[in-house]
């Protein structure tokens, strides 16, 4: 009698212990199952999203639309697309953040200071920008580099610059640091701007002398939307492409950007 005692609660034991393998077995597989239909309506999302940028594309580049607007249905994901131009002003003020190692193309194409400066600001105490000024004179493609500092740095030379530390400028709400750059006389094209040692910059320009900085682009934004199940997945995509009022900007190939090395480090 005791035997069987001992081998029917040996048997609800190892009951016990199957079920909760085997629930944990079934709740993964579902989990995955759930997470693999996930990943595929991401993907889904995703392609349709871009499907929205290429559309925009060809409004803006082909019927010079650059307020173009859509909603429209790809297979089974919902997409939205708009377009905004970056226009230009007195303060231009970068609708994104920069991290080491990226750069930043500004049209400068008919700026015209009564000082010949353009003022640069950033909001990093630590961070240095380096930046590649393009401009056409007799002629000929001509470049300005500098290395701007938001302190100090232990080494300077030509092109190593020291901000000064403001408040509110550049349109820029707050304390920033900012520099005012002195454009050599000619024709100006586009100033390309790297940060460097700082993450997360928020880049802002300032016309100077009564400069007016001209339209930079514009920005499309596209959403794909895919249902699983009571769920919504969505990707997004935004597209930044150098065309506005039926002007093509075309940038300095990158090649021509191999001259910032010879700037030379800067450390604190």
């Known amino acids: 009698?005791?035997?069987?005692?001992?081998?029917?609660?040996?048997?609800?034991?190892?009951?016990?212990?199957?079920?909760?393998?085997?629930?944990?077995?079934?709740?993964?597989?579902?989990?995955?199952?759930?997470?693999?239909?996930?990943?595929?309506?991401?993907?889904?999302?995703?392609?349709?999203?871009?499907?929205?940028?290429?559309?925009?594309?060809?409004?803006?580049?082909?019927?010079?639309?650059?307020?173009?607007?859509?909603?429209?249905?790809?297979?089974?994901?919902?997409?939205?697309?708009?377009?905004?131009?970056?226009?230009?002003?007195?303060?231009?003020?970068?609708?994104?953040?920069?991290?080491a190692g990226?750069?930043?193309?500004?049209?400068?194409?008919?700026?015209?200071?009564?000082?010949?400066?353009?003022?640069v600001c950033w909001n990093k105490m630590r961070g240095s920008l380096i930046t590649m000024y393009f401009y056409r004179s007799s002629g000929n493609v001509r470049v300005s580099t500098n290395v701007i500092n938001a302190t100090s740095p232990n080494v300077s030379g030509t092109g190593v610059l020291v901000a000064a530390k403001g408040i509110n400028e550049c349109g820029v709400?707050?304390?920033?640091?900012?520099?005012?750059?002195?454009?050599?006389?000619?024709?100006?094209?586009?100033?390309?701007?790297?940060?460097?040692?700082?993450?997360?910059?928020?880049?802002?320009?300032g016309g100077q002398g009564g400069g007016v900085m001209p339209s930079q682009g514009t920005i499309i934004s596209s959403s794909g939307v895919v249902k699983e199940g009571n769920d919504n997945v969505k990707r997004e995509v935004n597209y930044f492409v150098s065309k506005v009022d039926n002007n093509e900007l075309n940038y300095p190939p990158n090649y021509l950007l191999v001259p910032i090395y010879a700037v030379g480090g800067v450390s604190y």
């Open 102 to 119: 990226q750069n930043i193309f500004l049209n400068l194409k008919e700026y015209s200071s009564s000082t010949n400066k353009l003022r």
């Open 1 to 99: 009698m005791n035997n069987r005692g001992q081998i029917a609660i040996i048997a609800l034991f190892a009951l016990s212990i199957f079920a909760v393998v085997g629930g944990s077995v079934i709740h993964q597989i579902i989990f995955e199952q759930r997470k693999a239909a996930l990943e595929e309506k991401s993907k889904q999302a995703y392609y349709a999203a871009d499907s929205g940028i290429e559309k925009a594309l060809l409004e803006i580049i082909d019927n010079n639309n650059d307020n173009y607007q859509g909603e429209y249905a790809v297979g089974s994901a919902e997409v939205n697309v708009s377009t905004s131009a970056q226009a230009g002003g007195s303060n231009y003020v970068l609708p994104f953040e920069l991290y």
């Open 173 to 205: 709400d707050g304390d920033v640091y900012y520099s005012d750059l002195v454009l050599p006389a000619g024709e100006p094209d586009y100033l390309v701007v790297w940060p460097a040692y700082e993450g997360g910059v928020r880049l802002a320009f």
